[in-house]
């Protein structure tokens, strides 16, 4: 036998091996997929598989002159607050032990994305993440008012801390337990799980 027919058929019993491996461990149920879980293999993946999907299809458009934060304001705390909070309200409870974590989205991280990674991924949401596609419901212009108002998360006025605190107090906080009551600012927050 040859050397490199030899080495040829080491490689691809390895390639065979890899790719049997990758269909069976799922099949067997070997990583824990709960949101109670630790972090394993599959979280490093997804969040891999995530940056490489943003650096080969989001947009390299910035928010356009015309993006409205005050248009975007009224879809984030009916849409986003619950998941995600905002620097002075906290998101509702049950948030915090998704697996992953909706992000905060005024940290450094988020902060840190182009504004065509954030509209792709509101438009588009994360599968396996709990973040839903905007695009079906909302206008292009509705998602780019929303990325407007998470670059500006930093910086909202007083009234919006206190309308966003307001809503998290009353509506999640206030003791209600999951969705609140028709007293507890319903009128603001459109049930969105």
Same mark, same amino acid.
């Given at each position: 036998? @040859?050397?490199?027919? =030899? *080495?040829? +058929? &080491?490689?691809? #019993?390895?390639?065979?091996?890899?790719?049997? #491996?990758?269909?069976?461990?799922?099949?067997? +149920? &070997? =990583?824990?997929?709960?949101?109670?879980?630790? !972090? !394993? &293999? *599959?979280?490093?993946? #997804?969040?891999? !598989?995530?940056?490489?999907?943003?650096? %080969?299809? $989001?947009?390299?458009? @910035?928010?356009?002159?015309? $993006?409205?934060?005050s248009r975007g304001f009224d879809h984030y705390k009916s849409t986003c607050l619950r998941c995600h909070g905002s620097p002075d309200a906290q998101r509702e409870s049950w948030a915090n032990n998704m697996l992953p974590m909706p992000p905060h989205l005024q940290k450094v991280d988020t902060q840190n994305m182009s504004d065509g990674a954030l509209f792709y991924i509101i438009a588009n949401g994360i599968r396996m993440t709990g973040m839903p596609a905007f695009i079906p419901e909302h206008s292009e212009e509705d998602i780019w008012d929303i990325v407007a108002v998470v670059r500006?998360?930093? !910086? *909202?006025?007083?009234?919006?801390?206190?309308?966003?605190? %307001?809503?998290?107090?009353?509506?999640?906080?206030?003791? %209600? +337990?999951?969705? +609140?009551g028709k007293d507890a600012g319903s009128e603001d927050v459109h049930h969105s799980h």
């Open positions: 036998m @040859k050397r490199g027919s =030899f *080495l040829s +058929g &080491i490689l691809g #019993g390895v390639i065979i091996s890899v790719l049997v #491996g990758l269909l069976l461990l799922p099949m067997i +149920g &070997i =990583f824990d997929m709960t949101a109670t879980g630790e !972090n !394993n &293999i *599959l979280d490093w993946w #997804g969040k891999t !598989n995530l940056q490489s999907t943003l650096n %080969r299809r $989001a947009p390299e458009t @910035k928010i356009p002159d015309a $993006a409205d934060p500006g998360l930093n !910086n *909202l006025t007083e009234p919006q801390k206190q309308e966003l605190q %307001r809503i998290a107090a009353l509506y999640w906080h206030g003791g %209600r +337990g999951h969705g +609140g």
